[in-house]
């Protein structure tokens, strides 16, 4: 009877960076990511090596090393993409950065190329976190996990305070 009174929760769905198995980023094998340090997220398990922006926004850091990249959403929210574990210490070797800070991008558009044979030869994991940095700033960050993904499809769901 009173809905109108209701305020309507505001709800972004972020795309998958990655092709490859959604997972809890509780399962992630290192607790930077896994105890929600960072903020929360999801994690993928690629199984390609093509990283692509999962919002519309733009390129706040490419980390020198081109392990990572953070880029902030239209609609604010602070996205932390993070390609294997450890894997900053191979200095950049095996990736190949698509994007540089300032840059504007879509939704789908290349980010990073990674190569998985190197990075798992080098004897990383290449499981791929994507955080909300910013998640105090949203009243729920909800990762959907435990299925196959193509980038772009849903994976994160953030509702608005």
């Known amino acids: 009877m009173f809905d109108f009174l209701k305020k309507k929760t505001e709800t972004f769905t972020l795309g998958a960076p990655v092709k490859g198995k959604a997972v809890p980023l ?3 094998n290192d607790p930077t990511f896994s105890d929600g ?3 929360k997220g999801v994690a993928v ?3 390609e090596g093509k990283v692509f922006a999962p919002a519309d926004g733009e390129i706040a850091i490419v980390f020198e090393t081109l392990h990572a990249v953070s880029m902030n959403a239209d609609f604010g929210a602070e996205i932390l993409i993070h390609v294997g574990l450890d894997t900053v210490t191979m200095k950049g070797e095996g990736f190949t950065g698509h ?3 300032g840059d504007k991008v879509k939704k789908g ?3 990073l190329e990674m190569d998985l044979e190197k990075i798992q030869a080098a004897g990383y994991d290449t499981v791929t976190p994507m955080l909300i940095c910013n998640t105090d700033a949203y009243a729920d ?3 959907l996990s435990g299925k196959d993904v193509n980038p772009g499809d849903d994976i994160l ?3 608005k305070n």
Do not use: R, S, T
């Open 37 to 39: 340090l960072l903020g």
């Open 99 to 101: 994007v540089k800070a």
């Open 45 to 47: 398990v690629p199984a």
């Open 157 to 159: 769901v953030i509702k």
């Open 141 to 143: 960050v909800e990762g």
């Open 109 to 111: 558009d290349l980010l």
């Open 26 to 28: 509780q399962e992630v």
